[in-house]
């Protein structure tokens, strides 16, 4: 806590992957490092916002830092993707500055609060702005605007378990689950992993963590850039179908069969790029975002702040990796073996090798 302030672990891991995808834009983009510094201290303004416990404070900053943060962002790309970011960053800028002020006007806070209602309408429009930021930032793979991902997840996580399952709340997360679909069949794979990561958030409380899942999942994807990174959403699959179970709700039903049809979308083209594409380079800011997927594809349950319960999980996972390790040691070491002491086994007793 620092005065007014206090920062919660969503906001604190919504930090870290802006970090991540900020280290991969600079190998992409040597022209975007002109904005960096500028767009990190306005996602610093958008973490300060979603965290003060002022209201007063939290809509100015809120606000400020999510205006700062896509004008340097999208200025940072090139000039014939710009039109496209800087629309829907435009536009969820306006809806973030009314979903704040009107709860500024109810004089809510960014908790479920012990009186008073949060107005539906409020956070309906909240969650939308922030699926405009998260589309804004996943039109192009790894460009400046990719900043703008984490900020918009952030922003929809924090508002939608203001009222999860409200009627329109839930309705709103039907229209994402069905924007999530489409986005599987024909933009990146980011795109459809965030969208469905606000479908969550706003379907259930039981599916609150597999929407900070996805959340993590569709950052870290954007930051890598690889077909193999897919495997991040694996945790998530896990989560949500277990939220389902425990729910049995309609929204979190409708989510559970978006969250199949992006999978299947997603694994269908991750096949067909994985056979087609050439190699990529392996860059020194592709590093942390492959340590990072590889932790949470290993080890979910170690992210304690998206309150998943994953402990079977992680113990079939880490008994799955040894078995790998070995049998991939047999197959690399064990040829080579053979081709050091199959000939002297083979050799004629007059000291001579055969032909």
Known sequence: RIAVFHLTPLVAAGGCGAAVLAAAVVDDEAGSRRALAGSAAA???VCLGLAGGRQGVQVVVLVGGLALAAVLTVDAAPPEERAAPALLALLGTAGALVGAGALLVGDDRWDLPETGVVSRAAVAVLVGSAALWAVA???RSRRPPALLLPGGLVLGLAAAPLRPGADDVALMAAVLAAAAVVAAATAPPPMALGLLA????CASPGLTPASRLLA??????????RPLALLAALPAGVALAGGVVDDGGWPATVVAVAGVA???LLTRRAVGEAGASAPRPVTPGLV???????????????????????????RGMA????AAGVVVAAATVGPRLAL?????????PGGRWPR
């Open 43 to 45: 996602l610093l303004l």
């Open 216 to 225: 993590a999942a569709a950052v870290l994807i954007a930051a890598a850039d």
């Open 137 to 139: 930032g996943t039109v």
């Open 319 to 322: 008994r799955g990796a040894v």
């Open 340 to 348: 050091r002491t199959g000939p002297r086994l083979g050799r004629r």
């Open 198 to 201: 606000l479908a969550a958030g």
């Open 262 to 264: 992006v999978g299947a």
């Open 288 to 314: 942390p975002a492959v340590a990072a997927v590889t932790w949470l594809v290993l080890l979910p349950g170690s992210w304690t702040w998206t309150g998943a319960e994953l402990g079977h999980y992680d």
